[in-house]
């Protein structure tokens, strides 16, 4: 009987765990490996209660579904977003929660997904191509009057991390000018990517295209409501590939049915899978995805991996390298790398 379970359930390419056992063997690790999916806390209870780590996150760990996890040393998530995950919680009963962060496996991705909803939303590529299958060719001529362009507008990123100045450096190519707001800046890095930094309300009054590149944290849930899309230019294009609840959906919604804003583009929705009545999947002036902006052939190729790795340091009596929560107390002594 193996030592140890692993659990592992939500990635983007499916169930299979070759990565998983893969790397566990590497490093040495004595581990059952098993591919779950769950629909409910019961149903996760019920196949990891007894994991000694989970990989993946999702909505479902609850303060109640943590406290039952008592073999559990460590949540990895297979995403860079670990809101699902009641933090607090897992800290207090010894959990470690650890987060797969985009430059391990899709910077480029999401960066490139932005980019292609902002030309999208200025072009207007899927209202043409939806019309033009339609037979409805003359009537593309309005929508074609509607169109924006690219060349020398203003980008605003909110949130300037890897993905953002990502964003900013492909940008360029379209000669667009990239300014930027993030709470927490990194001046060197922002500078190099070719970002000015300034104020969120400087960013929303200025920008043509507004692309929100933050975590969802209590901090970030709703920036963007009524009062930030106020400041926004009635010709402004609002682009959101990070987390749904970023944007205050009804107050969005509001925005676009009073031509306060241009449009979006939008990979994410407060609530997934997004209800196909809301009213963001019947404008034409909306481009949406389904939280799919890090999705790709290469990327969902190495998603496992660094969760795969993190999984082992923790087994293997170490601390992972992408701590959430670094002051919890672990269940397990772990040793920290010098």
């Known amino acids: 009987m193996a030592k140890f379970k692993v659990v592992g359930l939500g990635k983007l390419g499916g169930a299979g765990m070759d990565i998983e056992v893969r790397e566990l063997a590497k490093a040495g ?56 995950i009641d933090v607090q919680a897992a800290t207090e009963a010894g959990i470690l929660v650890v987060n797969n962060p985009a430059a391990e496996w899709c910077v480029e991705e ?50 300037c991390g890897g993905i953002g100045r990502a964003v900013a450096e492909k940008a360029h190519a379209f000669h667009l000018t990239t300014i930027g707001y993030d709470p927490y800046p990194n001046q060197a890095a922002s500078s190099k990517a070719g970002i000015k930094l300034m104020s969120m309300n400087e960013v ?18 709703h920036l963007i409501g009524e009062p930030q899309l106020r400041l926004m230019k009635p010709t402004a294009y609002l682009i959101n590939t990070a987390r749904g609840p970023v944007v205050d959906e009804p107050a969005l919604i509001r925005a676009l049915q009073e031509k306060r804003i241009a449009g979006a583009g939008l990979d994410v929705f407060e609530k997934e899978p997004v209800d196909p009545n809301n009213p963001l999947l019947k404008m034409d002036n909306v481009v949406v995805t389904p939280h799919s902006a890090s999705s790709s052939i290469a990327a969902i190729a190495v998603q496992a991996v ?33």
């Open 204 to 221: 929303l009054a200025q920008s043509d295209f507004v692309s929100l590149h933050t975590p969802l944290s209590a901090e970030t849930r």
């Open 29 to 84: 690790v004595d581990a059952e490996v098993i591919a779950g999916r769950y629909a409910t806390e019961d149903e996760l209870l019920a196949q990891a209660g007894d994991a000694d780590v989970i990989l993946g996150g999702g909505p479902w760990f609850s303060r109640r579904v943590i406290e039952k996890l008592t073999k559990c040393r460590a949540i990895i998530t297979y995403s860079v977003g670990f809101d699902g």
């Open 306 to 338: 660094n969760p795969s790795q993190e999984a082992a340091r923790v087994l293997s009596g170490k601390w992972p390298h992408n701590p959430v929560n670094p002051s919890v107390k672990p269940r397990v002594k772990l040793e920290k790398e010098q």
């Open 110 to 159: 999401v960066a490139n997904h932005a980019i292609v909803l902002l030309l999208d939303c200025a072009k207007r590529i899927s209202a043409l191509n939806d019309y033009t299958k339609r037979g409805l060719w003359r009537e593309t001529r309005q929508i074609l009057a509607g169109a924006p362009g690219i060349h020398e507008q203003t980008l605003g990123l909110i949130g």
